[in-house]
């Protein structure tokens, strides 16, 4: 039997929601690993101008992101949902070794499986320097903000 990660699609907005702060909590540990099993084994992604495929190539590309995307902390907040597909937008701040903040705008379009996991992913992302007083995404999101949505700017 194929593992499984639910909700499984069609997805409802209930579920569609909980699907999406599955997906920011996981990315919020910054484990490549944790991260990757989500995803089909073959899944293919688009981010900003890289091509993945597979859950190796996701798994290279994370521990990549998170050695230069510092004190990474993640936002995401539903757009649509339809069938096994669900939009999001998202926000996202880090620091680089510079020290220099920067806060992240980006959506995704997602497809799942019949076994709730990810098959296909297509991120674009928009990056703005920010100072560090300007930050307001402070870590994982805390249980009583969960289903707010993020600001636009």
Same mark, same amino acid.
């Given at each position: 039997? %194929? #593992?499984?990660? %639910?909700?499984? %699609?069609?997805?409802?907005?209930? !579920?569609?929601?909980?699907?999406? &702060?599955? $997906?920011e909590? $996981?990315?919020? *540990?910054?484990?490549p690993?944790?991260?990757?099993?989500?995803?089909?084994?073959?899944?293919t992604?688009?981010?900003?101008?890289?091509f993945? *495929?597979?859950?190796?190539?996701? @798994?290279?590309?994370? !521990?990549?992101?998170?050695?230069?995307?510092?004190?990474?902390?993640?936002?995401?907040?539903?757009?649509?949902?339809?069938?096994?597909? @669900?939009?999001?937008?998202? &926000?996202?701040?880090?620091?680089?070794?510079?020290?220099?903040?920067?806060?992240?705008?980006?959506?995704?379009?997602? #497809?799942?499986?019949?076994?709730?996991?990810?098959?296909?992913?297509?991120?674009s992302?928009?990056?703005?320097?920010?100072t560090?007083a300007?930050?307001r @995404?402070?870590? %994982?999101?805390? *249980?009583?903000?969960?289903?707010?949505? @993020?600001?636009l700017?």
């Amino acid at each position: 039997m %194929p #593992e499984g990660r %639910p909700p499984y %699609p069609p997805f409802t907005e209930e !579920t569609a929601v909980q699907k999406v &702060q599955a $997906a920011e909590d $996981a990315w919020n *540990t910054r484990d490549p690993q944790r991260v990757a099993l989500a995803y089909t084994p073959d899944s293919t992604w688009r981010n900003r101008d890289a091509f993945l *495929t597979g859950r190796e190539e996701i @798994i290279a590309f994370l !521990t990549r992101k998170w050695e230069r995307e510092l004190d990474y902390a993640l936002r995401k907040s539903l757009w649509s949902f339809h069938e096994n597909r @669900i939009a999001v937008r998202f &926000q996202y701040e880090c620091h680089d070794r510079d020290g220099q903040w920067w806060r992240s705008y980006g959506n995704e379009l997602w #497809e799942f499986d019949e076994h709730g996991l990810m098959r296909r992913r297509e991120a674009s992302i928009n990056d703005v320097p920010i100072t560090e007083a300007d930050r307001r @995404i402070h870590g %994982p999101r805390p *249980t009583e903000e969960h289903g707010l949505d @993020i600001p636009l700017q």
